[in-house]
């Protein structure tokens, strides 16, 4: 099965990290090894614009789409704290579902 087609069971944690222009909620297993991301845009007061990318994250690219956000969302270049990457809140816990059928 390919990565991008595999479904993560059972989220344990999230995070929810914020930009001016969109929130990340970014999801992962118990062991950390598999993680998505879903973007949300808040630009747009009386239209939810939810994007899935499908793409299942290991740990390193995770970090890396975060760390280019937060490069990328810098008011002044290269400077830190300066309104990038934000994390918001984090949460963990036991999310268990059943198959419909």
């Keep these: 099965m390919p990565l991008s087609a595999a479904v993560i069971s059972g ?11 969109r929130y990340f909620l970014v999801g992962s ?16 007061p009386k239209d939810l614009a939810i994007i899935d990318d499908k793409h299942v994250y290991n740990q390193q690219e995770v970090r890396e789409l975060l760390g280019r956000l937060d490069l990328g969302n810098r008011t002044k270049m290269g400077q830190k704290g300066s309104s990038g990457l934000s994390r918001a809140v984090s949460a963990y816990g036991i999310v268990e579902g059943k198959k419909r059928s």
Excluded: F, G, P
């Design 11 to 21: 989220v344990q944690k999230l995070v929810l990290y914020e930009t001016r222009a």
């Design 29 to 44: 297993n118990h062991a950390q090894t598999k993680h998505r991301v879903l973007k949300i845009d808040r630009t747009e």
